[in-house]
């Protein structure tokens, strides 16, 4: 009970990037640009697919659910690793917040995986079944998909941070991260950690591994139908459809895997740290940006918004 209540007591601080004062305002400049970046675009493509009739197709809705999730996804990251910036790592932030913070994260980050590879599937029979599509692809199905991307997200998350925090947390109250990432605090835990390590790469594999082997399962049925499509205009739309997406699948799982499913015993704070940014900050950057660049229709309906605002 006593070492519980100690437990419960710790406050987590975050190590800065630098002990320079003016390298720590730099990054948290380049942070908030990032993060408001990130808030205005996927904003934007929400409101413009939800604005525009001809948008309230499958495609166009599942990626306006995947422009919400990135901005909470990012949300729920961004404001404390400011704070964090700002006061030279002297935030302090509770279990009970960390707790919070790492749930969401798996929680969003779990159901933006998901929905990637249901974006992949939308485009597998809207290209090898399109005289199907509207059958398959009905709007009951495609909000069961969405929901089910959440629901799967949400209970892989819960029963993993239960189990990480019902870890002895110690002396060392310094998380070698900007955020409350899984790898990162459980380096803190003062017991033994396998049965925790072991479900963190189970949970990874189920988020990263099984969507991953699904999307490019659907690219070898995509590239085979494509090919066989005898038009070249008609094999220009194929490509372009699937090429943001790839674009965006490549630059997601590519670095969360890279920190997930690696072996333990490679793990290094400070790639961690690094690499961590480009799946937190810069990658829901990109999304809105690769979208609307590579799709033609949503270019469009931009920027027929801007010209009417």
Not at 259 to 275: A, D, K, N, Q, T
């Amino acid at each position: 009970m006593e070492e519980m209540n100690k437990t419960a007591k710790i406050q987590f601080f975050f190590r800065p990037f630098s002990s320079d004062p003016e390298v720590q305002l730099a990054i948290f400049v380049a942070f908030l640009v990032m993060y408001l970046t990130t808030l205005s675009g996927n904003a934007a493509v929400a409101v413009i697919v939800q604005i525009n009739p001809s948008l309230h197709v499958p495609m166009y809705f599942f990626l306006a659910n995947l422009a919400v999730l990135e901005i909470f996804y990012t949300s729920c990251i961004a404001p404390l690793a400011l704070a964090n910036l700002l006061s030279m790592g002297k935030t302090p932030v509770s279990l009970t917040g960390c707790g919070t913070q790492m749930f969401f994260f798996i929680f969003l980050g779990g159901a933006d995986c998901v929905l990637l590879a249901v974006m992949a599937y939308d485009r597998l029979v809207a290209i090898c079944q399109p005289l199907r599509y509207a059958l398959i692809m009905r709007w009951r199905v495609c909000v069961e998909l969405v929901a089910g991307s959440l629901v799967l997200g949400f209970l892989l998350s819960l029963p993993l941070t239960i189990l990480i925090f019902h870890l002895p947390f110690c002396h060392n109250n310094e998380i070698y991260h900007f955020y409350c990432d899984m790898p990162a605090v459980m380096r803190l835990a003062c017991a033994d950690t396998h049965v925790h390590k072991l479900a963190l790469y189970v949970t990874s594999f189920v988020l990263l591994s099984i969507p991953l082997t699904l999307i490019s399962i659907s690219y070898v049925f995509i590239v085979v139908a494509i090919v066989q499509i005898r038009s070249a205009s008609g094999r220009r739309r194929a490509f372009s459809t699937c090429s943001s997406h790839i674009s965006v699948v490549l630059l997601q799982y590519g670095c969360t895997s890279f920190i997930y499913l690696s072996p333990s015993s490679s793990y290094s704070p400070e790639v961690g740290r690094v690499v961590s940014v480009v799946y937190t900050f810069i990658t829901p950057i990109l999304n809105p940006f690769i979208y609307s660049v590579r799709n033609k229709e949503l270019r469009d309906a931009l920027k027929k918004a801007l010209r009417t605002s």
